[in-house]
């Protein structure tokens, strides 16, 4: 290989530079990349954390805006999250918020409800409701039954109860004979649209 010297401690060096090679600061002799240590002695690792810590300013007391390091006993900048001496201070790393109620509550559409989430903090599920039904049933499409059954359950949920599948296929009664083929129709919607929730045991 062009430009190798020799090998010692089992490190190949070379007179000149090359692909895969880096140069030794102390004693300026090539050797190949992967080395961490030189023949010379030469630690690259500790040339690599020196050049880490340039860029993190010490001071010698503590102050507004500075936090001591339980390592070296340095004070740094209270937004450091690395000290110099490499040591990681406890959350430094910025925690991922929680989403809020609201957000998890809200659904992609304006005023749909969410399908699960928000009926843990309601009071009592409602599976037989009792009364007429709060919010007119217009059609059999899918989309305007979902949109019911959505204007229905907010009316509940404003109460604190959540009113279940069951509860909404009661109400379909109210607009749509049992036997009559709309009655089918807008159950199939319903089943089609929550019919997942009865493996939370709630449908």
């Known amino acids: 290989m062009s430009g190798q010297e020799n090998v010692s401690k089992n490190i190949k060096t070379f007179s000149e530079a090359g692909r895969g090679r880096k140069k030794c600061p102390d004693c300026s002799i090539f050797v190949p990349a992967i080395c961490k240590t030189c023949v010379c002695g030469f630690s690259f690792a500790s040339k690599i954390k020196e050049k880490k810590s340039a860029n993190i ?8 805006g500075k936090k001591q390091c339980p390592e070296c006993k340095k004070y740094v900048g209270a937004k450091t999250a690395v000290c110099f001496c490499e040591y990681k201070f406890e959350g430094s790393t910025k925690p991922v918020p929680k989403p809020l ?74 607009f749509y004979s049992y036997h009559s083929e709309e009655y089918k129709i807008v159950r199939n919607h319903l089943e089609d649209y929550l019919g997942h929730e009865r493996s939370f045991g709630i449908g």
């Open 57 to 64: 300013t010490t001071y010698t007391e503590g102050g507004r």
């Open 101 to 174: 109620i609201k957000d998890i509550v809200k659904s992609e559409k304006e005023n749909r409800l969410p399908i699960n989430p928000l009926m843990l903090g309601c009071r009592h599920s409602i599976i037989a409701p009792a009364g007429a039904c709060p919010c007119k049933l217009t059609s059999i499409e899918k989309e305007n039954v979902e949109d019911w059954a959505d204007r229905v359950r907010k009316t509940f949920f404003q109460q604190s109860l959540f009113l279940t599948l069951s509860g909404l296929i009661y109400f379909i009664t109210q």
